[in-house]
Structures are given as C-alpha cells and as structure tokens.
C-alpha cells in the first residue's frame, strides 16, 4: 500500500501505471467505493456535494491515477485465478462479487467493486456486416462498442433485478488497435460473461490541469489570425 504521505503520492503528483501487454484491475482501485447507490437513471459522480459519489482511499486522500495498456480487464474483489481454468466458458460459475447480497438481492455498495482512474487502452478491430447476414439484434464482426471497451470476463448478474454494478469514474481513451488482446468479442448467449450494470461518470478532478496523472497525452492548437513580413 502506497500512502499519501510526506514523500509519497500526493493529491497532485498521482501515478500511472503502463504497460504494453494486458492489465487486469483486481477490486477496487484508488477508492474504498461509493457511498450510497445512485437513483435510477444518474451516475454516481467524484464530488463529495453529490449525493452518490466516490470515497477515498482509507489511507490516503484521492490520487490522480491512469492506467495505459494493450486492454484492462476489470475483475470483481471475490475473482481468483483458478477460475478461468475450472471455468473456461464462465457462465453461471464466474460469478463477480460473488457471495455478496446481489446474489439474491440488492447489492450493498460496500460490496460493490468500483475503480477511479483514466484508462488509456486499445480496442480490437471491427467490421461491418451486411444486416442481412447479421442476427437481428447485433452485427457479429464488430467489437462490443465503448461500453465493452473494458473487457470483462464475469457474470455481473442474469439482467434481472439482481444484477451487479461495475462503478467507474475517470476517462476512457481510445487511442489504438489492441496487439494483443484481440481475440472476437462474445455477447451474452456465449457464457464468456454477462456484463455489469455499468455506473460510469467522467472523473471532474481531471478538469484541473494540476489532478491529472503522470504522463496524460496532451495537445497544443495555435490558432493563426494574421500574417506580416519581417525584413
């Protein structure tokens, strides 16, 4: 555990972590979770004012915080890695969170996994399919879309009223193609995973150029309004 303390991150300084291969976030990351459950039909926000918003750290106060990789896999806080090989098609028996109330009931946020980061990552490849030659409620050549832009491989639920929330507030960037993980994306039906519902919100400290993390991609746009020579 990295603290905020003297020498160490600060509410400023931050960290990002890099990679050029895959990086799977276990649990929570850079917060302790959301206070309360959002209403239906908002986010939970990174403002303390808001009446869902996100905790820091029980160590530390907030970090600016990026993560930058070939893709990012977020993974529940009950995940262990012999899963995956027990367990190749996933389905009913990867179950995220599994254990908490969610699995008959409303989850509590307590139990909930949540992340507060920005993710630089890849996407895989797509292509356009004719409708004829597509079921009538996807096209199979294309990637999941941004809201499969994190790859996940659990089942958050059965879509019923027991689904689990996956809660996320940073900033999604897409900047290339996936080298590595690039394997077709599955729906549903598949057993690969049933996704979360996905309470995601855009993380408004990075609106302040001194909370964005180490090494973030920025750009400089010089306007021309005139010209004159100069001997």
């Known amino acids: 555990m990295v603290s905020g303390a003297s020498g160490k991150l600060s509410t400023t300084k931050g960290i990002t972590i890099s990679t050029e291969n895959m990086i799977y976030i276990w649990g929570n990351f850079n917060t302790d979770g959301i206070n309360v459950a959002p209403d239906t039909g ?6 303390s004012t808001a009446t869902s918003h996100y905790m820091p750290t029980s160590t530390d106060t907030q970090i600016p915080a990026s993560i930058v990789a070939d893709a990012v896999f977020p ?33 509590t946020v307590t139990e909930e996994t949540s992340v507060r980061a920005g993710i630089i990552s890849g996407s895989t490849l797509s292509s356009m399919t004719s409708a004829a030659s597509a079921p009538s409620y996807y096209l199979d050549n294309l990637n999941g879309g941004v809201h499969n832009f994190p790859r996940f491989r659990e089942t958050w639920g059965d879509g019923s009223s027991y689904t689990k929330r996956w809660n996320y507030v940073g900033s999604f960037i897409i900047l290339y193609n996936s080298l590595q993980a690039v394997g077709p994306w599955s729906v549903a039906s598949s057993y690969v995973y049933y996704p979360p519902t996905r309470n995601w919100a855009f993380d408004i400290t990075f609106t302040d150029p001194l909370r964005l993390p180490p090494g973030t991609p920025q750009f400089q746009h010089i306007e021309p309004t005139g010209f004159r020579q100069i001997l």
């Open 42 to 47: 908002t986010s939970t926000l990174n403002l």
């Open 75 to 107: 993974i529940s806080k009950t995940w262990y890695d012999a899963l995956p090989s027990m367990y190749p098609e996933g389905g009913a028996n990867r179950v995220a969170d599994a254990g908490s109330t969610a699995d008959t009931d409303a989850i």
